[in-house]
C-alpha cells in the first residue's frame, strides 16, 4: 500500500507560491541580456581589439615625442624598438622655445573654463523652466530652441564677427567665450530638460507641499540628481572647446595674448612647417588637460548616477 507522505508544517504555511521564481519585468529581463551581451568573451575580446586599436597611434605619438630629431625626419616611430632614443628636448623647444606653447596653453584654459560654466548655467535654469514652469508657449518655445541644433556652425561665423566688430569686442577672450556659450546652449538646454522631465515628479510635489519655492526646488531637489547630466555635459562641452579651432580663430584671432593652443599647433604644420616635427610633443601638450578632465569626469559621473538615483 502507497501512502502519501504528509508536508511539514512549514512548507503548509508557507504555501504553494513559496518556492515560486519571481517574474521578472520587461525592464529586468533586457538588462540580464544586455548584461549577458556585455560580459560574454566575444564581447571582452571586441573591446580588447578595438582598445588596442586606438591606443597604437596615440602611443606612437609619444614614442615620436620623445625621439631626437635626427630620428623623427629619417626613420618611423616603431624603429624606435629596434634602436631606442629618449630625450626632452621636443617639449623643452615647443613650451619654451620661440615659438613656445606656454602662453597659448594659459590662454586655452582662460577661454575653456568660462565657455563651459556660462551655457552650463544658463541652460540648467532655462531646463527648469521649460520643465517645471507653467508659460504660454513654452512648448513652441522649446521646440524653437532644439530647432537651433540643426543651424551649421559656420553660417553663423560672420553675422556673430560683424556684431562682434560693431560692439568693438572682436578679437579678445569675450567673444570666444559669448559665441562658444551660444552654440552650446541649444543642445544643453535639450539635454537638462530631458533629464529633469525623468525625475519623479512627487518628489517636487512634496517640496511644494513643504512650502518650498521655485529656488529651493532647484538647488536643494533637481540639482542633486542633475549631477550625471551636468558631467557629462561639462567633459563633452571642455573637450569641444580646448580642441576648437574655427572659432577661436574667427573671433580671437592669432595674436598670443588672446589665440589657443590650437592656433599655435596649427602654426607648427603651416607657417612654421620647419618645426613639424614638434607636432607630437605638442600634441600631447594639448592632450594631458583633456585626458585629466576626462577621467575625472568619469568618476564623478558614476558618483552622480549612485547619489543621485531614485527607487521606484
Known amino acids: 500500500m502507497t501512502t502519501t507522505p504528509t508536508p511539514s508544517p512549514a512548507a503548509t504555511e508557507a504555501g504553494p507560491t513559496a518556492t515560486a521564481p519571481r517574474k521578472l519585468t520587461r525592464a529586468e529581463k533586457r538588462a540580464v541580456e544586455a548584461k549577458t551581451r556585455l560580459t560574454s568573451?566575444?564581447?571582452?575580446?571586441r573591446a580588447l581589439v578595438m582598445?588596442?586599436?586606438?591606443?597604437?597611434?596615440?602611443?606612437?605619438?609619444?614614442?615620436?615625442?620623445?625621439?631626437?630629431?635626427?630620428?623623427?625626419?629619417?626613420?618611423?616611430?616603431?624603429?624606435?624598438?629596434?634602436?631606442?632614443?629618449?630625450?626632452?628636448?621636443?617639449?623643452?623647444?615647443?613650451?619654451?622655445g620661440r615659438n613656445g606653447l606656454a602662453t597659448y596653453f594659459v590662454n586655452s584654459i582662460?577661454?575653456?573654463?568660462?565657455?563651459?560654466?556660462?551655457?552650463?548655467?544658463?541652460?540648467?535654469?532655462a531646463a527648469y523652466a521649460?520643465?517645471?514652469i507653467d508659460f504660454r508657449g513654452r512648448?513652441?518655445?522649446?521646440?524653437?530652441?532644439?530647432?537651433?541644433?540643426?543651424?551649421?556652425?559656420?553660417?553663423?561665423?560672420?553675422p556673430l564677427l560683424t556684431i562682434y566688430v560693431d560692439l568693438g569686442l572682436n578679437n579678445s577672450f569675450w567673444t570666444v567665450w559669448l559665441s562658444h556659450s551660444i552654440f552650446a546652449l541649444p543642445l544643453a538646454i535639450f539635454i537638462f530638460?530631458?533629464?529633469?522631465?525623468?525625475?519623479p515628479r512627487s518628489l517636487v510635489e512634496a517640496a511644494r507641499v513643504d512650502g518650498a519655492g521655485h529656488v529651493r526646488i532647484f538647488f536643494t531637489v533637481l540639482l542633486p540628481l542633475l549631477i550625471p547630466a551636468i558631467a557629462a555635459f561639462t567633459v563633452f562641452q571642455f573637450l569641444w572647446v580646448w580642441n576648437d579651432l574655427l572659432?577661436?580663430?574667427?573671433?580671437?584671432?592669432?595674436?598670443?595674448?588672446?589665440?589657443?593652443?590650437?592656433?599655435?599647433?596649427a602654426g607648427l604644420a603651416g607657417t612654421l612647417g620647419q618645426d613639424w616635427y614638434l607636432l607630437s610633443a605638442g600634441a600631447f601638450v594639448a592632450l594631458i588637460v583633456p585626458l585629466i578632465i576626462f577621467l575625472f569626469g568619469q568618476r564623478y559621473f558614476v558618483r552622480g548616477l549612485l547619489a543621485g538615483g531614485v527607487k521606484g
Open 41 to 45: 568573451r566575444w564581447a571582452t575580446g
Open 51 to 96: 582598445a588596442v586599436l586606438w591606443t597604437i597611434p596615440t602611443f606612437g605619438l609619444l614614442v615620436t615625442s620623445i625621439r631626437p630629431e635626427e630620428s623623427i625626419q629619417t626613420s618611423g616611430w616603431w624603429t624606435w624598438f629596434t634602436n631606442p632614443e629618449f630625450t626632452l628636448a621636443n617639449y623643452d623647444a615647443v613650451l619654451f
Open 110 to 125: 582662460v577661454i575653456t573654463l568660462p565657455a563651459v560654466m556660462i551655457p552650463i548655467t544658463i541652460a540648467l535654469l
Open 130 to 132: 521649460f520643465a517645471w
Open 139 to 158: 512648448d513652441l518655445l522649446f521646440v524653437a530652441v532644439f530647432a537651433l541644433q540643426i543651424v551649421p556652425l559656420q553660417v553663423t561665423l560672420i
Open 193 to 199: 530638460h530631458n533629464f529633469m522631465k525623468d525625475i
Open 247 to 265: 572659432v577661436a580663430l574667427t573671433f580671437a584671432g592669432g595674436t598670443p595674448n588672446v589665440a589657443p593652443i590650437t592656433v599655435q599647433l
